[in-house]
């Protein structure tokens, strides 16, 4: 797995300089930006939108991360965002390809599938580590690349689990026990799911595989209707970078280079004020002054009870 540096995803309304002044070291494409929907469900490549990006990002690396593989959905996955894959890899070879853990399609009428308008999680259970494991070892095999699954943020309470699997975090590890791919740790997700469910995100990151995360997220959110969500609107909160700051040492302990693939993912021209957490130094216009912030620690941080405990042992 190669060490490639800080990353930033391909937004196509960003200065293209900004991928082009050596800040950036890889760039994060999602293909489904770059294509239309016909009827059917199949996805096309526009070529002036793929011109356009390939243009912009020049020669960096870049790696995939995908948002419709629906890879955990019972009835299959999404063969036509597979389909958009292979033509994509054919034009613009990428060097590892990522998507969520979770699912978005369900069986419909027709055999068509219905899109449920929004990522959902699956339950923590034995079968589904299985089939979702048995699908990202398929995906790796097929692109030749390493496959990457991302811890998702979810808004559900009591999923359904199997003991032996116990929550997300379990059932995340138990997919990456059984070797077919890697994960794509975003660690906003992790608060997301803290500050919702209400649990210590450091302890959620002691039980992950740190020696099989590959990529690390940072982003930010914002409240909707009493839930801090996953919305990619605003800059990066003081306690993700925290929690950052937790976890590279412990990342780089049990991986001598894969913990060095960082990229900050929200929208960087966009910026919230609803957020309850200090606003990293970084202005919303300069997304690489976000990367480089290090925060100072506070005491009056918005975390749930067992995590400030936990972040006052570590600060
Ligand atoms: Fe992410």
Redesign the pocket.
């Known amino acids: 797995m190669t060490a490639l540096g800080v990353g930033l995803p391909y937004f196509q309304d960003l200065p293209p300089d900004l991928y082009r002044g050596g800040a950036v070291d890889f760039v994060e494409v999602t293909p489904e930006v770059l294509c239309r929907e016909r009827r059917g469900g199949a996805l096309d490549l526009l070529p002036d939108k793929l011109a356009s990006a390939k243009e912009a990002c020049g020669a960096l690396p870049i790696v995939v991360h995908g948002v419709e593989l629906s890879i955990g959905s019972a009835h299959g996955w999404n063969a036509a965002y597979l389909d958009l894959l292979d033509r994509f890899q054919a034009c613009w070879p990428f060097r590892w390809h990522s998507e969520h853990l979770g699912f978005q399609t369900i069986p419909g009428a027709d055999a068509h599938s219905l899109n449920t308008g929004v990522p959902l999680p699956l339950p923590a259970t034995i079968e589904a580590a299985e089939l979702v494991a048995e699908r990202s070892a398929a995906i790796a095999r097929r692109y030749g690349v390493p496959f990457l699954l ?1 811890n998702a943020a979810h808004y559900l309470l009591e999923l359904p689990s199997d003991p032996e699997i116990g929550d997300d975090v379990g059932l995340m590890n138990a997919i990456l026990d059984r070797g077919g791919c890697l994960q ?1 740790l ?1 660690l ?2 992790v608060w997301c799911n803290a500050l919702n469910h209400g649990h210590d995100p450091f302890a959620a990151i002691d039980r992950m595989r740190l020696d099989r995360v590959a990529e690390i ?1 940072i ?1 930010g959110g914002s409240w909707h209707d009493g839930f801090w969500m996953d919305a990619h609107d605003s800059r990066v909160p003081e306690p993700v970078w925290e929690l950052l700051e937790y976890t590279l040492p412990l990342s780089a302990a049990s991986c001598s280079k894969c913990w060095k693939n960082i990229s900050l ?1 929200s929208a960087p021209t966009q910026s919230s004020t609803s957020s309850p957490a200090r606003v990293p130094s970084g202005s919303a216009a300069d997304p690489l002054g976000a990367i480089a912030h290090v925060p100072d620690r506070h005491a009056d941080r918005a975390w749930p009870d067992g995590a400030c405990r936990r972040a006052r042992r570590f600060g």
């Open positions: 991302e794509l975003d906003h997700n997220h982003a993912v």
